[in-house]
């Protein structure tokens, strides 16, 4: 399935692009799964140093920390780093796995997609990530009454989980763009744990796999992040903090 994704605005494009490049030089997450070159990861190793912190200013104070309704965009500079997808985009723009363990199998008359899982996985919360923690999120994101993401998913009629680790989608006809959808905010999977504890209140304390977790959030002021100690790729995480600010006047923010 392809995908043609939006082109953003400049100043989020560029903002976009100092997230991705610093976190590319200094922690080079993801691997096979998010279709990094092993020649950029080698070439780039020696020139790793661990440690430190990224400082990352914002334009604004993102909305929800939850995949389910969050809508601006400053919140999905910081899902980059606590929320892993089931598809990604590499450089290419080609979709790619990344919590899943391979593209999509899609019948013949195009209504059942078939996901295989990446295996070995933990959610922050040391959750394990299995094809009902999938199940769980991807309803949720078409039941909850307030969410964002059931337009993106298309005609979902049932997803049922075959086993462990594989988990089929049932569409009520083609869709496309599902494997695009699952690629962005519709794609990243909960904690069912946190879901279970927090329930509407996620976003105040919001799970998921990825190279860093929440640690504090201050409103209109910073969102701090750590590293994962239960990420499956920990090892090539090299920062020891990110820190968001909220910083809403362009001219402090270039002082700064």
Known sequence: MSVLRPVAARAALAATTVVVLALSACSSVGGEGSGSGEDDVGAAAKDVKEGGTLVVALAGEPDFL??????TLLSRYI?????EKLYDVDKDARVVPQLAA???????????VTIPLRDGVKFADGTAFDAAAVKKSLERHFTKPDSGRTSEMGPIAGIETPDDMTVE???ERPFTPLTAALSDRAGMVMSPKQLDAKGDDFSSEPVCVGPFKLEKRVPQSSVELVPDSNYYDKDKVHLDRIVYRIITDANIR???
């Open 79 to 83: 899902f980059n780093s606590i929320c």
């Open 66 to 71: 939850d995949p389910t309704v969050a809508r």
């Open 102 to 112: 391979d593209m999509p199998e899609v019948s013949d008359d195009g209504t059942t």
């Open 169 to 171: 989608i049932t569409l």
């Open 254 to 256: 270039a002082a700064n």
